[in-house]
Each structure stands twice: as C-alpha cells, then as structure tokens.
C-alpha cells in the first residue's frame, strides 16, 4: 500500500521558516514528480512547488524566492524548506507523488496533508 507520510508543520510568526518533509513509501515503482500542494480556507488547491526526477524545479508565483524543494531520490523523500513566511501562506501543505507502476500506469498519490499557520 502507497503511503506518503507529511510532517513538519505547525504555528510560526510573519517572518519566520518551517521545513515540511514527505516520505513516501518504498512501494512505490517509479516515482516521476514529487511535489506540494497547498489549500487555504475557502480557497482551491494550489500548487507550492514539484521537483521532477531530473532535479528540475517549479514554484508557485507567490513562494519564488521564499521557499525551495528539495529531493533525495534513494529516500523518497521530498522537503520544502519555506523562509520569510507571510500570513497568506497559511494553509494545510499536502505532499504530492506522480508514479509509474510495472504496468506502466501513471498513479497521482496524496498525502493527508499537514497543517501550516502563520500569525502576523
């Protein structure tokens, strides 16, 4: 069973940093695009960055410059270290793993998500 385990998150002032961390469980065939996601109250799902297999990274407009991916491939794991936090990146962060199975189809997995408040 796929599994991707988030943590990390928690209560931090206007200015501070987290690091959010996901692993994914070994199971998993071929992982392609690890990422994350955000949703805010009352607000659709956004994305916060993905870091592809390559090494080659995208970010949100709103998190370029504040926040950065990383990725251990021999771990399955996937880190967002985010520095200079805002009140508006308050949101519940959730840990995003587009796989290839054996069979060759294409899995999109998702983590529980984990829980980042920021006061100003």
């Known amino acids: 069973q796929v599994q991707l385990v988030e943590s990390g998150g928690g209560l931090v002032q206007a200015g501070g940093f987290l690091r959010l961390s996901c692993a994914a469980s070994r199971s998993i065939y071929r992982i392609n695009v690890m990422g994350w996601y955000r949703q805010a109250p009352g607000k659709q799902r956004e994305l916060v960055a993905t870091?592809?297999?390559?090494?080659?990274?995208m970010y949100g407009d709103s998190v370029k410059g504040r926040f950065t991916i990383f990725r251990d491939n021999d771990k399955n794991t996937v880190d967002l270290q985010m520095n200079s936090l805002k009140p508006e990146d308050t949101a519940v962060y959730y840990c995003?793993?587009?796989?290839?199975?054996?069979?060759?189809?294409?899995?999109?997995?998702w983590g529980k998500g984990t829980l980042v408040t920021v006061s100003s």
């Open positions: 995003n793993v587009e796989a290839t199975t054996r069979d060759y189809v294409g899995m999109d997995y």
């Open positions: 870091i592809a297999s390559s090494g080659i990274t």
